[in-house]
């Protein structure tokens, strides 16, 4: 599975942004997607987490209500829509395929997209 990332930008604190992962694969219909982020400084960070078939998902209790992962296996692609932005939310955006359910590691996953930056000003 190839990923990669998309749709990072600056924003001002309360927008709304929403990022992309492009895969190719045969696998990725299959695979659990999640997203993490990485500030500068600071280890990656599990966002959350979407099963295969879209229905079940998890997520990092810091983004609860503000984040929703989604996808859209006949196109390929996952989603981040992020909501009520703040400068915390600051970070280079992930998303990584492959890895077991319930994981929140970055080594329980193989496969990694190259990362978009998010910079929210306030």
């Known amino acids: 599975v190839q990923l990669q990332a998309s749709g990072g930008g600056m924003v001002q604190a309360g927008d709304s942004l929403r990022l992309s992962c492009a895969a190719s694969?045969?696998?990725?219909?299959?695979?659990?997607v999640a997203w993490f982020r990485q500030a500068p400084g600071k280890e990656r960070e599990f966002i959350g987490a979407?099963?295969?078939?879209?229905?079940?998902?998890y997520y990092a209790d810091s983004v609860v209500g503000r984040f929703t992962i989604s996808r859209d296996n006949v196109k390929n692609a996952a989603y981040l829509q992020m909501n009520g932005l703040k400068s915390e939310d600051t970070a280079v955006y992930y998303c990584?395929?492959?890895?077991?359910?319930?994981?929140?590691?970055?080594?329980?996953?193989?496969?990694w997209g190259q990362g978009t930056q998010v910079t929210v000003s306030s």
């Open positions: 990584a395929a492959n890895g077991r359910w319930g994981a929140r590691h970055p080594g329980g996953f193989a496969y």
């Open positions: 694969g045969h696998t990725f219909r299959s695979s659990l």
């Open positions: 979407i099963n295969g078939s879209g229905v079940r998902k």
